[in-house]
């Protein structure tokens, strides 16, 4: 089991940056793939962006592509969220997931259900 802890949410205006990160602990960080996902409010938990083990394999949604990065530092158990030129629609809780331990572990993944562990989230509120 993965423990994950989100930080970095807050409130801002529409065209600003900010980082989420996510702490994990528990089994070893390099073994699997990582994945962000977000919920907004009276919606479905949808995918954001998933990273390979190695940080060697991005992928990205479509919504948020060329203005989000996701990024790991294996040596401190940690996967990033840099998010750029925010948009009213990103705001949302958002989550990091660890992969499903197994054959598949270090393979990033758009699917929600293919994650096992589940941080308790961060709130990002863009305002216009």
């Known amino acids: 089991q993965v423990r994950l802890v989100e930080s970095g949410g807050g409130l801002v205006q529409a065209g600003v940056s900010l980082r989420l990160s996510c702490a994990a602990s528990?089994?070893?960080?390099?073994?699997?793939?990582m994945g962000w996902f977000r919920q907004a409010p009276g919606k479905e938990r949808e995918f954001v962006a998933t990273i390979s083990w190695n940080g060697g394999i991005t992928y990205y949604a479509d919504s948020v592509k060329g203005r989000f990065t996701i990024s790991r530092d294996n040596a401190k158990n940690t996967v990033y969220l840099q998010m750029n030129s925010l948009k009213v629609e990103d705001t949302a809780v958002y989550y990091c997931?660890?992969?499903?331990?197994?054959?598949?572990?270090?393979?990033?993944?758009?699917?929600?259900?293919?994650?096992?562990?589940w941080g308790q989230g961060t709130q990002v509120t863009v305002s216009s």
């Open positions: 997931a660890a992969r499903n331990p197994g054959f598949y572990a270090q393979v990033p993944s758009t699917q929600s259900r293919e994650y096992d562990d």
């Open positions: 528990g089994r070893t960080f390099s073994n699997y793939a």
